[in-house]
């Protein structure tokens, strides 16, 4: 069974970007006319500040130059985070997302816009806004019935104590 470069990198890289505190969530590499471009995204429980990313950015450059694993030709380098709009594909990132308001797909009732209350192991717990004038409700939903999951950016969103992170997404409408 052959392995893709990005395996091959993810392998290499993971327990680095690990050893910094972050977590690898991607690892893409494109061609850009004739350099290619290694995009690595990374992120932690607590978010990741321009000074992680920097660090990270250093180790993972000093690691790739170490062992050559991009080749003799030009690349460039480009580590960030999942942005504010960010895909939940993995459990940590819906414990991320407690008290924020997700987008989900669902595969029997199609889309739901709700703010995630609580993750445990089988599913999530979450508050669907009210409709005209209605009161919000809560509602269950276990993650096999989740095709598609992805945070909302929100303006003049309710503080919450997950909003340590500083992802800078809760600015308000006067703002932006």
Do not use: W
Not at 9 to 28: F, K, N, T
Not at 66 to 95: D, Q
Not at 161 to 170: I, Q, V
């Amino acid at each position: 069974m052959s392995t893709t470069q990005s395996e091959r990198l993810r392998a290499l890289l993971e327990p680095l970007v690990g050893s910094q505190g972050l977590d690898l969530e991607e690892i893409a590499v494109d061609s850009v006319g004739r350099k290619r471009v290694l995009r690595v995204v990374v992120d932690s429980d607590t978010g990741a500040d321009l000074d992680r990313i920097a660090d990270v950015s250093r180790a993972l450059s000093a690691k790739l130059d170490e062992t050559n694993a991009m080749g003799e030709g030009e690349y460039t380098l480009e580590v960030g985070t999942p942005g504010a709009e960010r895909a939940l594909t993995e459990h940590r990132h819906y414990v991320r997302a407690t008290g924020r308001l997700v987008r989900f797909q669902t595969h029997e009732d199609g889309e739901l816009v709700a703010r995630v209350l609580a993750v445990d192991e089988e599913g999530l717990d979450l508050e669907v806004p009210g409709v005209k004038g209605r009161k919000a409700t809560t509602r269950r939903l276990p993650f096999g019935d989740i095709a598609k999951a992805r945070v909302q950016v929100e303006f003049n969103r309710k503080s919450t104590e997950n909003d340590s992170a500083g992802d800078g997404d809760d600015m308000t409408e006067e703002e932006a």
